[in-house]
């Protein structure tokens, strides 16, 4: 049974500003893209995902970077992507009609421009390997620059998420035209469309080239596909639903505060959002090209919480297309103080690189923080609700006896706010406990 530590309440004090400060500092990442002699495409930049350096203490506050971010080049082949945040690296790839995907690692904004070469994709390869698709618009017309991300892959009847030995990015050329590589001959493949004014839209089981050929000539539904599949690639994008609301603090707009919706309802345990947006100076916020006619979750990060308080989780109801949703004002809600100190049985000192984060149903896991020499951790600010700690002391855990506390090196303890005096004690992991967890696992597994 799971374990709950219940803290008695307190309030723990709102800041009186309302403004959120401490704000990174944008830089932009600049470059240049050359093609293949012959190529004249415009080459697309995209940012999806960010490290912060070595040299940068992360905290439950630390914001992540908003991503992605991308850019097209000019016709002189140079990009910018502004708004990042120096104390991270980057990592993206770069693409263009007929060019292999060129991935970016470890990019630092703050260096020197980034020239990127391109060569040409190999075209050479059989039906079984490739889609060709297009990406249009409600009219018609071909979508420049469309981003065709592959999600999954079926290949003998099996399908795999995400998809393997395939190109998991395309771009479309002006005309809307994409094409999508396999390293190895697949069946179908999943994914998704987006691009720059419109909204996001996915398909499902894309056949390849040769069984869509031989689709489109007997009419049939060849073996090994699902019964969702549909033959000829094109996708039609339309322009979407937009949201829009206000954050305040005591009546107080507040400013900065990142907001994050995502396609599940509140109350349920799912984090992954969809789309994440930063408050104007006026406490404003809007979301745009959002696929019409869902309902969704609007809720906000774990940097705003430490500052004034917490976003709260919002089911939201996004209109038809072209229209927008005002759901008005929303209130940060109070937040309390969580502090304690991790004691361990056998009185040795906190391993290094020991470490802590918090985890909530609505805005997921908190940046990772270093627990102190003495065991010592604290969370400043923590949702009115609940949240679990996650515990991260190498060759230690709650208690031998309770396996559904353990996954692996984490100690998970979910904790009613607010306790300022938490003691957390640990045990050795020994070839004794875990000889038990595991037998506690199958036992229980097999009831």
């Known amino acids: 049974m799971k374990s709950k530590m219940l803290i008695a309440a ?9 403004v959120y400060a401490d704000a990174p500092v944008g830089v932009e990442l600049t470059g240049h893209v050359t093609l293949p002699e012959g190529k004249s495409a415009v080459a697309t930049v995209l940012v999806s995902y960010a490290q912060l350096k070595t040299n940068f203490e992360s905290s439950v506050s630390t914001r992540n970077p908003i991503l992605p971010k991308r850019a097209r080049t000019d016709s002189h082949g140079n990009f910018k992507i502004e708004s990042l945040d120096a104390r991270w690296l980057y990592f993206g790839d770069v693409m263009a009609p007929g060019c292999k995907l060129q991935p970016l690692n470890q990019i630092d904004p703050t260096s020197d421009p980034l020239n990127v070469s391109l060569e040409s994709a190999n075209t050479n390869v059989p039906p079984n390997r490739v889609i060709h698709g297009r990406a249009m618009d409600a009219t018609g017309n071909g979508i420049s620059g469309a981003l065709i991300n592959i999600t999954g892959t079926t290949r003998d009847g099996q399908g795999t998420w995400p998809g393997q030995d395939i190109d998991y990015l395309s771009v479309s050329d002006d005309a ?6 396999g390293k190895t001959p697949f069946v179908a493949v ?6 720059a004014g419109y909204a996001e839209a996915s398909f499902e089981q894309w056949p390849s080239d040769n069984i869509n050929q031989e689709w489109s000539r007997t009419g049939s539904m060849p ?6 599949a549909k033959p000829l690639h094109q996708i039609t994008l339309i322009k979407g639903a937009t949201l829009q609301g206000r954050l305040l603090q005591a009546g107080h707009p507040v400013a900065d505060a990142e907001i994050r919706i995502n396609r599940c309802g509140a109350g349920s345990d799912c984090w992954f959002w969809g789309d994440a947006v930063l408050t104007d100076d006026r406490g404003r916020f809007l979301f745009t090209n959002l696929p019409p006619d869902q309902s969704w979750s609007i809720c906000g990060s774990w940097d705003l919480p430490a500052k004034a308080g917490v976003v709260p989780q919002t089911d939201v109801k996004i209109g038809a297309d072209g229209s927008t949703n005002d759901i008005g ?7 309390s103080q969580v502090a304690g100190r991790i004691r361990l049985s056998d009185g040795k000192p906190i ?3 020991s470490n802590y984060h918090l985890s909530d149903a609505a805005m997921g896991n908190s940046s990772p923080s270093a627990v102190g020499a003495d065991g010592s951790f604290q969370f400043a600010a923590v949702p009115g609700d609940k949240a679990s700690i996650f515990l991260r002391v190498a060759g230690y ?3 031998p006896r309770d396996f559904m506390l353990k996954s692996g090196t984490v100690t998970n303890i979910t904790v009613i706010p607010n306790m300022t005096n938490l003691v957390i004690e640990l045990k050795p992991v020994s070839i004794i406990s875990n000889a038990f967890y595991w037998h506690q696992m199958i036992t229980n597994y097999t009831k």
């Open 176 to 181: 809307g035209n994409f094409v999508v590589y």
């Open 397 to 399: 855990q709650l208690t």
């Open 351 to 353: 391993p290094a690189n």
């Open 190 to 195: 999943d994914g998704k469309v987006e691009a």
């Open 10 to 18: 307190m309030l723990f004090p709102l800041a009186c500003a309302w």
């Open 329 to 335: 004002d929303l209130n940060l809600q109070a937040v």
């Open 223 to 228: 073996e090994g596909l699902f019964g969702y």
